[in-house]
């Protein structure tokens, strides 16, 4: 239906939008701190109102509410346009076989299943939204502080010691810049404590309703053309632990004991672009074969040098996710 590098490319524009939302709140705090430094200069006291210093300003809560419309768009986008070109692809197979197919726009049970899944995740992102903040260091420990009443403790302590004289603008203010990108703007499972990046919430929550779609697809494709066997998707990259599996053909209860299907860490868990299709025995060619498969691999795990220390493909990758963060960050510092 989909290859890694396609499932990989779907959830792009909402991680754009959600990473705007995140540089324009803490655009909004930088601003409240000029308006602090303003009235340390005139002592005009009387536009100092916690309603205008002290919570998010209505203005952010308009920027929040635009994210979800543009994100909404994309999801129905996702759900309809995406997903219908992916079905259409399996139609092959069904003639290959001799099964009927049924054209997208009159499978009335998928479409159905598509509208549930589809509010489901606008849900989700509406839920993310309200549980945006950030996560600092408080007495040495880090704790998550949601948006409201960072805005209010951080806006607060700056007055002071701004008005004060105790710390001058820049300093407070590269201080709080820091702070912010140190975190990024993040979100918070209430019932575990765990917290993420807001654009990689997003990002985790379309997928996982994108791949509950593909997977029911998936499932009523095998049943339709009585096949209980599955060729899993290879791409390079993958981590070692998935390495082992990718690209070979298991009947479905191996997916689960051997692929780890359904859980965090195995086929479609957390960050797994791999994905797997009806395959049939006397019909279907295997995109890849064993001997294939295992060159392959071994050359994903050829160590490179580079400056002086030796990676993988897959080490290789990591460091330069770590170093695009990095980049990231100190774009932002220098925004703000």
């Given at each position: 239906?989909?290859?890694?590098?396609?499932?990989?490319?779907?959830?792009?524009?909402?991680?754009?939008?959600?990473?705007?939302?995140?540089?324009?709140?803490?655009?909004?705090?930088?601003?409240?701190?000029?308006?602090?430094?303003?009235?340390?200069?005139?002592?005009?006291?009387?536009?100092?109102?916690?309603?205008?210093?002290?919570?998010?300003?209505?203005?952010?809560?308009?920027?929040?509410?635009?994210?979800?419309?543009?994100?909404?768009?994309?999801?129905?986008?996702?759900?309809?346009?995406?997903?219908?070109?992916?079905?259409?692809?399996?139609?092959?197979?069904?003639?290959?076989?001799?099964?009927?197919?049924?054209?997208?726009?009159?499978?009335?049970?998928?479409?159905?299943?598509?509208?549930?899944?589809?509010?489901?995740?606008?849900?989700?992102?509406?839920?993310?939204?309200?549980?945006?903040?950030?996560?600092?260091?408080?007495?040495?420990?880090?704790?998550?502080?949601?948006?409201?009443?960072?805005?209010?403790?951080?806006?607060?302590?700056?007055?002071v010691d701004i008005t004060s004289g105790t710390f001058e603008y820049n300093s407070t203010l590269k201080k709080?810049?820091?702070?912010?990108?140190?975190?990024?703007?993040?979100?918070?499972?209430?019932?575990?404590?765990?917290?993420?990046?807001?654009?990689?919430?997003?990002?985790?929550?379309?997928?996982?309703?994108?791949?509950?779609?593909?997977?029911?697809?998936?499932?009523?494709?095998?049943?339709?053309?009585?096949?209980?066997?599955?060729?899993?998707?290879?791409?390079?990259?993958?981590?070692?632990?998935?390495?082992?599996?990718?690209?070979?053909?298991?009947?479905?209860?191996?997916?689960?004991?051997?692929?780890?299907?359904?859980?965090?860490?195995?086929?479609?868990?957390?960050?797994?672009?791999?994905?797997?299709?009806?395959?049939?025995?006397?019909?279907?060619?295997?995109?890849?074969?064993?001997?294939?498969?295992?060159?392959?691999?071994?050359?994903?795990?050829?160590?490179?040098?580079?400056?002086?220390?030796?990676?993988?493909?897959?080490?290789?990758?990591?460091?330069?996710?770590?170093?695009?963060?990095?980049?990231?960050?100190?774009?932002?510092?220098?925004?703000?």
């Open positions: 239906m989909f290859s890694p590098g396609e499932l990989e490319k779907i959830p792009l524009e909402i991680q754009r939008i959600f990473s705007d939302l995140e540089m324009r709140i803490m655009e909004d705090v930088v601003d409240r701190i000029g308006m602090i430094d303003d009235i340390s200069r005139t002592a005009d006291w009387r536009i100092y109102t916690l309603g205008r210093l002290g919570k998010p300003s209505q203005d952010i809560k308009n920027e929040i509410q635009e994210a979800l419309n543009k994100s909404n768009a994309e999801i129905d986008r996702i759900y309809s346009d995406v997903i219908k070109e992916g079905y259409a692809r399996d139609e092959e197979l069904y003639k290959a076989t001799g099964k009927p197919f049924i054209p997208f726009e009159e499978n009335i049970e998928l479409q159905a299943y598509i509208d549930a899944i589809r509010e489901q995740t606008k849900g989700e992102f509406v839920n993310l939204t309200q549980s945006m903040g950030f996560s600092i260091r408080v007495d040495g420990k880090m704790q998550f502080t949601e948006l409201g009443k960072y805005y209010q403790r951080i806006l607060d302590n700056a007055t709080v810049i820091n702070e912010m990108t140190n975190s990024g703007i993040r979100t918070i499972d209430y019932a575990s404590g765990y917290t993420s990046r807001v654009e990689v919430a997003a990002r985790r929550a379309l997928m996982t309703g994108v791949n509950q779609v593909l997977i029911q697809n998936t499932e009523q494709m095998a049943k339709d053309l009585e096949t209980e066997d599955f060729e899993v998707s290879w791409h390079a990259t993958a981590r070692p632990s998935h390495q082992i599996w990718q690209g070979r053909v298991y009947p479905k209860q191996e997916l689960i004991d051997k692929c780890g299907l359904g859980k965090v860490d195995g086929l479609l868990g957390a960050s797994c672009y791999h994905f797997y299709y009806p395959f049939i025995k006397g019909v279907s060619t295997r995109t890849y074969t064993d001997e294939e498969l295992d060159k392959m691999n071994a050359k994903e795990n050829e160590k490179q040098e580079y400056r002086g220390r030796e990676y993988t493909t897959y080490e290789a990758t990591q460091h330069q996710r770590k170093l695009e963060r990095l980049m990231r960050k100190y774009k932002r510092d220098k925004q703000l």
